[in-house]
């Protein structure tokens, strides 16, 4: 019993991962914050690095295409001028449940960005994220209870840690 009289709440905090969906155009354009550091057209690329994922405008000029630089914490943007509109018939709803967030955050401070193509094994599993200094999430999340979990593996380290995923970045 607390000082009180009544007895300390003592149950446990719902905790469960966040899903946040980046929005970078707004009805009149890109968002306020957002800001263009490369106006490029073309492929979703520049150089030699692939721009994953790219968000179309979907009201007004539906030729231009918002890429996140470096995850969706800087709001920094490459604004993409197409030629022509992409087909309609491609565009489809994604099911976060088949799919990986673009990016992560996790409890213990890493922002993590999806890795495209091909990587190294580790454990039998893929490198999937790469974190600032050297970490990297290995293998699939484990999506089985509300706070979602990852293994992450540091620089250095032999071993391999979970960790929970506080968001998760669509």
Do not use: H
């Not at 057209?41 to 231009?64: H, V």
């Not at 030629?83 to 709803?93: C, D, F, G, I, Y």
């Amino acid at each position: 019993m607390s000082e009180s009289g009544f007895a300390a709440d003592t149950s446990p905090v719902d905790s469960r991962t966040q899903i946040k969906l980046l929005t970078p155009f707004g009805a009149s354009g890109l968002r306020i914050g957002m800001a263009v550091t490369e106006k490029l057209s073309g492929r979703c690329s520049a150089g030699n690095g692939i721009l994953d994922p790219c968000y179309q405008r979907i009201m007004g000029d539906e030729k231009q295409l918002a890429c996140p630089v470096g995850g969706p914490w800087p709001a920094n943007v490459v604004l993409l001028a197409l030629t022509q509109n992409l087909p309609s018939e491609n565009r489809k709803e994604v099911s976060r449940d088949a799919t990986l967030p673009w990016a992560i955050e996790l409890a213990n401070g890493q922002r993590c960005t999806l890795f495209t193509g091909a990587t190294a094994p580790v454990a039998g599993m893929r490198i999937n994220y790469g974190c600032p200094g050297g970490f990297q999430v290995i293998g699939d999340i484990d999506r089985s209870q509300p706070q979602w979990r990852v293994f992450v593996q540091g620089e250095k380290s032999i071993a391999l840690e979970q960790v929970d995923v506080v968001v998760a970045w669509f």
